[in-house]
């Protein structure tokens, strides 16, 4: 079955990149210039998703202002002669339907998805995770998708972590069944340390059949209270099976500020205008104490 919406959960309160995130919401922190919830997006549209529910909540709502029709802006850079910029806003606006879901509470990433739970129906559905930017010859979400279609099941993306870094993630463990591939037997939401059952590591990336919804909506509050994503998806593996999959690509984790540091040069070195200027920034800059 063809894979036409996307979730994206955004109702976070971003206090790692505080004060900056005191008035904005953190995914419109630019990579570059450009917005990273935008970056999601493309990445979800280049994938073939048709619909984005994006979860907010309070403060939200320049997340909806970003992907509408910014008419006056247009038409003023437009009547400067300024068409090709003009034209890059509109592309914004017309690239995908976005839907918008409040969620009222945080009571975590499970919780987040749940919400979505109408919008959606009874059809499979991507999650993608603002923090996790993936820089991949192929949209990472559309390799997870190729996964779910193959397998018939769900699927999530992992990494392999360095050992004592488990503890930041959600981390599967299992039986192999083909390179970069497992068949998931046991799910746990950031182990205590030294406790985690392999550092394969959830890395923000997942294909879900609709059998998640029953089985979220019965999720108690797990790790830190909150209703856990990864604690509905231990469920669906042991009734209908789950998939971990490796993506090809870079993932950068743009909700640590050293990772978003990284994927600003990432992405910078990427962009032709800028790639000299920043090899030679991070020159001059390594020279200094
Ligand atoms: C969330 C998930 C976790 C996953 C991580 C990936 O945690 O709960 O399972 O490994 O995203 O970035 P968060 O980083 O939002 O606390």
Redesign the pocket.
């Known amino acids: 079955m063809r894979v036409r919406k996307a979730i994206i959960p955004a109702a ?1 309160l971003g206090t790692r990149f505080l004060p900056a995130t005191k008035a904005i919401p953190k995914e419109m922190l630019p990579i570059v210039d450009t917005p990273t919830i935008q970056i999601v997006v493309e990445e979800a549209v280049q994938a073939g998703i048709e619909e984005i529910v994006l979860i907010n909540g309070r403060g939200k709502s320049s997340l909806e202002d970003h992907f509408d029709v910014a008419y006056e802006l247009e038409h003023t850079l437009a009547a400067r002669g300024k068409k090709e910029l003009a034209e890059k806003l509109a592309r914004i606006s017309s690239m995908v339907r976005l839907v918008s879901v409040r969620q009222k509470h945080p009571l975590g ?1 499970g919780h987040a998805v749940l919400c979505a739970r109408d919008v959606v129906g009874d059809e499979p559905f991507a999650v993608l ?1 603002g ?2 930017l993936y820089d991949a010859p192929r949209p990472a979400v559309g390799q997870l998708i190729d996964v779910f279609q193959a397998a018939g099941l769900g699927a999530v993306a992992v990494m392999e972590v360095p050992a004592g870094q488990e503890h ?4 599967v463990a299992g039986d192999p069944i083909s390179p970069g591939r497992v068949r998931i037997s046991h799910m746990v ?2 182990p205590a340390p030294g406790t985690a059952p392999s550092r394969l ?4 990336r997942y294909v879900l059949p609709p059998d998640i919804w029953p089985i979220l909506a019965e999720t108690k509050p797990g790790k830190g209270g909150e209703i ?3 604690d509905a998806l231990h469920g669906l593996a042991k009734s209908k099976g789950l998939i971990a999959a490796t993506l090809d690509g870079e993932r950068h ?1 743009a ?1 640590d500020r050293l990772g978003y540091l990284r994927a600003n040069l990432a992405y910078a070195l990427r962009r032709p205008e800028l790639a000299d200027g920043v090899r030679a920034l991070c020159r001059e800059m390594a020279e200094r104490r």
């Open positions: 976070g990433l995770l923090d996790d930041l993630y959600g981390v939401e950031k590591a959830i890395v923000g856990q994503l990864t984790d909700g």
